[in-house]
Structure formats: structure tokens, C-alpha cells
């Protein structure tokens, strides 16, 4: 659920964003340390939530189903549901919170969305699909967006070797149709063999006559090589296709609701999803597996229902193509039937792994299909009328287990229907970072690798989140303010900044105060033996150009320690933190701005146009406290100055 009204509250209650500290005596007295040696529990409750869509055999929804209607099951043992709700398009959602008009140079990355119903994103694969597929694609959104719905509401994004926001979630068609004109624009992937047609091209040790002498072997080493070529291609792009569905995951696991993912791709390398039937489900990938677990858990949580769309539409076997000039198989005949043969296994492997990736979170598959605007209406409609379920699963043990989920109709309402729902989830303690905390227990070299991938998987998403264009992630919700520190240029950058030390950006530089304002309670804080609470949190800007090149950067990470008659007060008052951030005159320039808590890698972000507040009055701050600090602080309630600003409290 989403931290709505507290975070309302200090977004529009607080008038300034002075640096100040005080220690004030707390309203209700900590609890008393644990003794040396105990062991404190922690008791929680786990919810499972499960959509379900039901159709009939015409792929009509079916509306007015009761909760007695639907029996539940986790790993064969009946579930009880705890909450049961029908979403319908017959009954639109209620509008979601409108934010007050934000005063010049005041930003936030909390987005209003309606508490229910469904999201949905079209996401366009330029990583995976030839530019010739790309066109295809826009030209059918073009006629999607000319006849969707009005209220439904879809973001899109764009996949290159990055994820890239290109609309936040929106329901004007106006808004729809000149992202779609303008921002869709077909580029080449330099991972493809052939990034352009998508035929299948030659290959250098196809043009090798085998007849003659000497040359077999010379076209079977060179054949040996682009197949080693073509591997790494394909596992880069794997990799960038999960760190993408990672970081998509992140940034929707801040929405309520069911998100529809409409992924359109040329191909489809990554099987995001776990099958349980295999004794290690990521068996067949050779990525970081921990990744894949947290991008899993994460889909899990966020609610998120994937339709994979085949971008080529209808396929014919390319080397039936008129444009295949033919001369690989003039010199060498049975390449056609081995081709063949490998068209024919490499179909069946990419529609079994987007069927698999569909059927396990609640989707469909589309393929074989020119009709791509019609496959996203369907998409929509089916991702908008569901039901949604919700269990507290019997087993309460937690060792990080695949559950199977299954969910039946009663006999009496199953005939020639169909239902669509996630089939599963890991039991992962919800309690725990069992990610950033390998087992004490394990061998060391379990631990050492675990941590390893935990390590790497987090510093993954932590370059997405801070990545020029990427989604504003909202784990950590938060305001900022950034003015103009200074009127002047200035020949040098302002002082912890971080040029480029390849290229250095030249002079001269603006620079820029950027203020934040965090929620005290998004923080992980940890429990000492003599009852302080510690919390790390770190402010971080980075300066792009339009390429999404890095020009410079700050960033402060702040160990806090919080005894027990001060957590109390410090979690009921907000955050604040002053960076200055110096940017290149000559340039279009963006500041990447985010705050990260440490501890669990959870991040937020807002991204703005260095244009946008350049003709801005200068920043200013109240008399009392003429210069804001770079420390995190809590605000002072009293007129007079407050000590200098501390993390040790």
C-alpha cells in the first residue's frame, strides 16, 4: 500500500526547507533493550494476492462471479480468501488523488494513480526487434491509440541497451497519440545479427566454397567463431532484457493495482519466469540467478500480468524471402533443410518461452498475427475485468521454495471457461533481506557467491535507477527543490563534484541548490543491542547530456545512529539534505536526482531538464540558517537557530 496521506501531508504542510536539528523529549518512552544474548522474533503477516481473469470461449469477460464461486490452493492445500473484489470496466475506478500545483522548481516522484483497477504499459523492444518490426509496430500503436478507450490509462517505454520512460502513465488520447508520432522512433540494435530487415544474413563462413582444398576447415573455424559471437550477443542482450524487466518492476511495484505489460519484441531470449516443474528453474540461463529471483519477486509483488506481442506479425521462414539472394545454398545445399530445420526449433522455443512467461503471471501470448492493434485491445480488455484474490498462506515456514498457486471454479460455473492468473510465487521471508543477508549457516563459498550476486544485482539496479531517461522509481517518496544557487557562470564545478575524468566537461558551469525533503519512515533501520537504531541513506545527482552521456556528479551517504529517546521524534519529522551541483553552459543538460536507502538498495528519482530551472530566481533560505548543510536533518519547530546539524543523535 502506498504511503499516501503522510506523505501528502509533509509534501504540501511544509513551508520551507531549512536545515535545522533538534532533540526534543520523545511523547512515549522507547521499549527497554532486549537482554545480551535473546533472541527477538518478529511476527508477520504474509499476503498473497492473485488476478484472476476469467473469459468464455469467445474471450469474453465474465462478470457477476462470487467468492464461493472460485476454490484456492497453495502446493495442493486449500486457501482460505481473506479479500475478494471484482474490477470491471462496466464499473470504472474512482479518479486517483490530484496533486496541488507544485511551486516553480518543486518537484516530486510520487504520481497520483486511482487506488484500483489496472495499468497498463506498452513496452517497445528496440534491443530485440529489427528496425523494419519497429516501424510495424508504430504504425499499428498509431491506429491502437486512434481507437482506445477513453480513461484507459497506459505509460510507455522504450528498450535500447536501457530502459527509457518515454510517457508516464496517462489517459489523454492527445498526449498518446504525439508520444506515439514523435518519440517511437525505429533504431538499429548493434546485439542484432541483422538489426536492420531481420532476415537471416549471411554469415562471412557462409561465402567459404568448402569445396576446395583447404577450406572446410577454415569454414568450420570461422563458423566456430560467429557462433561464439552470436552467443555473447545474445547474452547481453538477455542481461539488458532482465535488468530492464528489473527495474520496470521497481518502479510499478509503487502502484496499487494490476499492471498489464504489453512487451513488443522481435525476439524473446529471457524466460523471466521460473518453471517449477525444473529442480533449478533457472537452469537454462546463464545470468546472475540471483537477479532473476529478485526481478521475479518483484513482478510477483507488483502485481504485473506480462503479454509478450511477437513484433514480425505473420512469419515466413526467411530463406523462402524473394530478398535471400539464395547463394549460401547454391554452394552448400543442405544448409536450406538444416535452416530449416533450426527456423523451425527456434519458433517453437521463443513461442513456448512467451507462452510460459504469459500463462505464468496472468497474460496472453500473441504471435503468428498481423493484427498487433487489435492483440493490445484485447490485452487491455482482458488485463481490465478480473477478479482479485487474497490468502494468507497456511504454511507460515519460509525457505525460499517455489509455491504452486492454482485456482478452479466451482463445477457447476467452470465449463468453457477459461482463466488466466499467475501460477505461482517464492516464499521468500518478507521479514528479511535474505538478499543482502546470505545464510551465516551456509559453506563460505555459498555465502561469498550469494553475496557476490547480491552484490552485482544491486549495483545493476542502482544504475538503472540513476540512469538518464529511466523511470523515477518511487520506493523512496520524496520532494525536491532545485533553484539557481548562483546568477553568475563560474569557471570551476562547485565543490564534491565528480566530472567525467575521461572527458571533462569545459567550463563555464551554472550551478544549482537541489533541497530535499524524504519520509523518515521509507528508512531501514536496524536494532542495536543497547537500543539505538541505526539507518544509512544516501542524496545523489547526476548530471547527463541529451545522449545520456554522464557529465558530473555528487553524492553524500549519511550512517545515522538513533538512541532510543530520540527515534521516536526523528521518525515523526522529515528529512532534508542540500547538495549544489555544477552544469555546463554549452549543453542540454538533466539532473538525475535521487535518494537511496542503503541497506535495502531502494531508491527514488526525478529527472529535470537543467532548462527548466535555469531562468529561476536564486535559491534563498531563511535568515536563522543562512546555509543549509549537506547533512540529513530533522526540522526545528523553535524561532531560535538550533545547534549545528548532526547524523549522530
Wanted: net charge negative; charged share 20%.
Amino acid at each position: 500500500m502506498r504511503r499516501i496521506l503522510p506523505f501528502l501531508g509533509l509534501l504540501f504542510t511544509l513551508p520551507a526547507l531549512a536545515q535545522t536539528t533538534q532533540s526534543t523529549t520523545p511523547q512515549q518512552a522507547p521499549p527497554p533493550p532486549p537482554p545480551a544474548g535473546t533472541t527477538v522474533l518478529q511476527a508477520g503477516t504474509q499476503l498473497v494476492v492473485v488476478d484472476v481473469v476469467v473469459e468464455d470461449k469467445n474471450g469474453n469477460p465474465i462478470h457477476g462471479l462470487k467468492v464461493e464461486d472460485f476454490h484456492l490452493t497453495e502446493d495442493k492445500t486449500p486457501q482460505t480468501v481473506r479479500h475478494f473484489e471484482e474490477h470491471s470496466t462496466q464499473n470504472p475506478p474512482p479518479r486517483g488523488p490530484e496533486l496541488p500545483r507544485l511551486p516553480a522548481g518543486t518537484y516530486t516522484n510520487y504520481t497520483p494513480v486511482a487506488p484500483s483497477g489496472a495499468l497498463n504499459i506498452l513496452l517497445l523492444d528496440a534491443l530485440n526487434t529489427p528496425m523494419k518490426d519497429q516501424s510495424f509496430v508504430r504504425n499499428q500503436l498509431q491506429d491502437y491509440v486512434k481507437h482506445a478507450d477513453p480513461g484507459t490509462r497506459i505509460a510507455i517505454f522504450g528498450l535500447s541497451t536501457s530502459l527509457i520512460m518515454l510517457q508516464g502513465f496517462t489517459s489523454d488520447p492527445t498526449t498518446l497519440k504525439d508520444v506515439v508520432d514523435h518519440k517511437l522512433i525505429p533504431r538499429a540494435s548493434h546485439l542484432l545479427d541483422d538489426p536492420v530487415s531481420g532476415g537471416d544474413g549471411m554469415q562471412m563462413s557462409d561465402s567459404i566454397d568448402t569445396s576446395a582444398p583447404g577450406m572446410a576447415e577454415l569454414a568450420a573455424n570461422l563458423g566456430q567463431f560467429e557462433a561464439q559471437m552470436s552467443a555473447m550477443q545474445n547474452t547481453m542482450r538477455a542481461q539488458y532484457t532482465l535488468d530492464a524487466f528489473n527495474t520496470l518492476a521497481h518502479y510499478l511495484a509503487a502502484f496499487p493495482g494490476r499492471k498489464n505489460l504489453i512487451w513488443f519484441s522481435g525476439s524473446f531470449p529471457l524466460d523471466i519466469l521460473p518453471d517449477a516443474s525444473l529442480t533449478n528453474p533457472f537452469s537454462t540461463m546463464q545470468l546472475d540467478e540471483a537477479e532473476f529471483r529478485e526481478t521475479t519477486n518483484l513482478l510477483t509483488k507488483a502485481q504485473v500480468a506480462v503479454y509478450p506481442v511477437d513484433a514480425r506479425g505473420l512469419m515466413v521462414a526467411p530463406m523462402y524471402s524473394a530478398s535471400n539472394s539464395g547463394a549460401k545454398y547454391a554452394r552448400n545445399p543442405s544448409a536450406f533443410s538444416n535452416d530449416i530445420q533450426k527456423f523451425g526449433a527456434s519458433q517453437a522455443a521463443e513461442h513456448g518461452t512467451m507462452n510460459l512467461m504469459a500463462e505464468d503471471t496472468g497474460g496472453r501470448a500473441f504471435y503468428d498475427t498481423n493484427g498487433l492493434s487489435q492483440a493490445v485491445a484485447r490485452a487491455v480488455r482482458e488485463g481490465s475485468n478480473y477478479y482479485t484474490l487474497t490468502y494468507t498462506p497456511t504454511n507460515r515456514k519460509h525457505n525460499g521454495s517455489y509455491r504452486e498457486i492454482r485456482v478452479n471454479l466451482a463445477p457447476e460455473k467452470a465449463p468453457n471457461l477459461q482463466l488466466s492468473y499467475r501460477h505461482g510465487y517464492y516464499d521468500d521471508d518478507p521479514t528479511l533481506a535474505s538478499a543482502k543477508k546470505p545464510n551465516p549457516n551456509a559453506d563460505t563459498a555459498t555465502t561469498t557467491e550469494t553475496a557476490a550476486n547480491s552484490m552485482r544485482s544491486g549495483v545493476s539496479y542502482a544504475r538503472a535507477a540513476m540512469a538518464r531517461g529511466a523511470p523515477t522509481p518511487e520506493d523512496m517518496l520524496f520532494k525536491v527543490r532545485v533553484l539557481p544557487a548562483s546568477t553568475a557562470p563560474e569557471a570551476t564545478v562547485a565543490p564534491d563534484n565528480n566530472l567525467d575524468p575521461l572527458i571533462p566537461a569545459k567550463g563555464p558551469f551554472h550551478r544549482f541548490a537541489v533541497d530535499y525533503v524524504a519520509l523518515p519512515t521509507d528508512l531501514t533501520t536496524t536494532l542495536q543491542p543497547d537500543g539505538s537504531r541505526t539507518a544509512e541513506i544516501a542524496f545523489m545527482v547526476n548530471v547527463y547530456d541529451r545522449e545520456g552521456r554522464m557529465l558530473n556528479t555528487i553524492g553524500k551517504a549519511y550512517k545515522l545512529t538513533l538512541k532510543p529517546d530520540f527515534y521516536p521524534n526523528f521518525m515523526k519529522s522529515p528529512l532534508q539534505c542540500h547538495l549544489e551541483i555544477s552544469v555546463p553552459d554549452r549543453a542540454e543538460s538533466y539532473l538525475r536526482i535521487g535518494v537511496e536507502d542503503v541497506p535495502s538498495n531502494r531508491f527514488g528519482a526525478i529527472e529535470v531538464p537543467a532548462a527548466d530551472v535555469a531562468h529561476l530566481p536564486v535559491a534563498t533560505y531563511p535568515s536563522a540558517n543562512p546555509a543549509p548543510s549537506t547533512a540529513p536533518t530533522t526540522p526545528s519547530t523553535s524561532p531560535a537557530p538550533p545547534p549545528a546539524p548532526s547524523t549522530h543523535h
